[in-house]
Structures are given as structure tokens and as C-alpha cells.
């Protein structure tokens, strides 16, 4: 069975400090990649999905991942976190043969210190 | 206001009893999804929906049941076979579940205890 894994389950960083948060997966054929967030109290909302093109993607607020082939990885980074950045963050990896279905790393809480 | 509605916010219950989860959407997207939220194992699909009166197991459906009569709704039962029901729970809705680029957009979520 494909399985999402987050090696991080907490990180602590200061203000300003860089982020890169790990995500791997165990799926060998073509997949569709998600970030989501949750920060305290609100919604799991999507940061960023790459399904194709440069692997290098984009999101919200700053973020950004990159998506390794070969090394079955796709990290999330930000090169200067905010006290504002403290939440949860998943990964998430749906095989393109699996309709919508989504399957979610178990998560990294990340806490930043004003 | 368009989402995904979520109610109640927090839900106590008993041992033995059965409860239901009410989960409401106005996105007026085909499919909706539950998941299970436990610290350390991220999401777990308990059932999901890709149109009205069809619905799918996920990965952990034991002790669960669901219903789709309507489009916009999707309530979860948690049964007394559950085992270890105390947990957060996730709702979450499509515009479609056949099409891999879908966004799956969540509600606030419901967190359940058992006394």
C-alpha cells in the first residue's frame, strides 16, 4: 500500500529563520502532490499541488516545493518564516490512477518564536 | 457564503451510543469525503462520495456508516462498534472525484469524545 511519510512531527524556529519541511512517498508510478496547512482554530486549507510541469511550484504566502522524481520526495520550503507561519502541515499524494483519493503524511507542527 | 459546514463543533457521547455527524456543503461539488484526524497519523478516509446515493469505504470504515440522499449533504454515523471512536473529524468536498486535479476543499471540523 502507498504510504505518505513526514519525518518531522515538530519543528521549532525562530522568526526569519529558512524552512524545509520533508515529505516522502512510497508510490512508484505518476502521482499529484498537495501541501495543506492548518493553522490553529481554521480550516485545512491547500498551500500548494504540483500535477505536472516544473517541479518547482509555487503557493501561498510565500511557500514553495519541490518536486524530486528520483528521490520519491516532495519538500515543502520558505526562506524566511513568520511567527504567523505557526500551524500544521500535511502532505498528501494522489496516484493518478486513483480517482480523487488522497493519501496524507501524518503531519508537522511547526511552531515559530516571535 | 460559499463551504463546507460542519456541525456540532465539539460532541460528547457515550460509550454504546451511536452519534451522527452532520457535514453540509453549498460549492455544489459532486463528491465529498470523510476523514478521521489523529495526532501523529495525519487524514484517514473513512468513506467517501463521488454523486447522491453512492458512496465508497475508504481505509477505515469499520464501525462507520454513511448516507448521500442529497447533493449537499453527507452525514456521518459513528456506531458503537467503533472501537476507538474519540477523535477529529473531517469533512471535505470536490467538484468532481473521477477528474486527479481536483482541490478537495475541507470543513472546520468536528471533534467527537467518548465518555
Known amino acids: 500500500a502507498q504510504s505518505v511519510s513526514q519525518h518531522n512531527h515538530h519543528v521549532i524556529l525562530s522568526e526569519a529563520a529558512s524552512l524545509e519541511l520533508g515529505c516522502n512517498y512510497s508510490?512508484?508510478?505518476?502521482?499529484?502532490l498537495f501541501w495543506y496547512v492548518q493553522y490553529p482554530g481554521q480550516h485545512l486549507q491547500l498551500l500548494l499541488k504540483y500535477f505536472s510541469g516544473d517541479p518547482l511550484v509555487k503557493g501561498i504566502k510565500g511557500f514553495e516545493a519541490e518536486f524530486i522524481k528520483s528521490k520519491f520526495s516532495f519538500n515543502l520550503r520558505k526562506p524566511s518564516v513568520q511567527w504567523s507561519d505557526t500551524a500544521e502541515y500535511f502532505c498528501a499524494v494522489n496516484p493518478n490512477n486513483a480517482g480523487n483519493m488522497l493519501t496524507f503524511g501524518g503531519g508537522t507542527r511547526l511552531m515559530v518564536k516571535p | 457564503d460559499g463551504g463546507i459546514t460542519q456541525s456540532p463543533k465539539y460532541l460528547f457521547r457515550k460509550e454504546g451510543q451511536n452519534v451522527t455527524l452532520s457535514c453540509e456543503q453549498n460549492?455544489?461539488?459532486?463528491?465529498m469525503y470523510w476523514y478521521r484526524q489523529d495526532p501523529g497519523q495525519g487524514l484517514r478516509l473513512i468513506y467517501y462520495s463521488q454523486i447522491v446515493n453512492d458512496f465508497q469505504k475508504g481505509d477505515i470504515a469499520e464501525g462507520y456508516s454513511v448516507s448521500r440522499e442529497k447533493k449537499e449533504s453527507f452525514p456521518l454515523t459513528v456506531t458503537s462498534a467503533q472501537k476507538n471512536p474519540t477523535a477529529f473529524y473531517l469533512c471535505?468536498?470536490?467538484?468532481?472525484?473521477?477528474?486527479?486535479?481536483?482541490?478537495?476543499?475541507f470543513g472546520p471540523g468536528t471533534r467527537l469524545t467518548v465518555l
Open positions: 471535505a468536498s470536490s467538484l468532481s472525484s473521477g477528474g486527479t486535479t481536483d482541490t478537495q476543499y
Open positions: 508510490y512508484g508510478g505518476t502521482v499529484n
Open positions: 460549492l455544489n461539488h459532486d463528491a
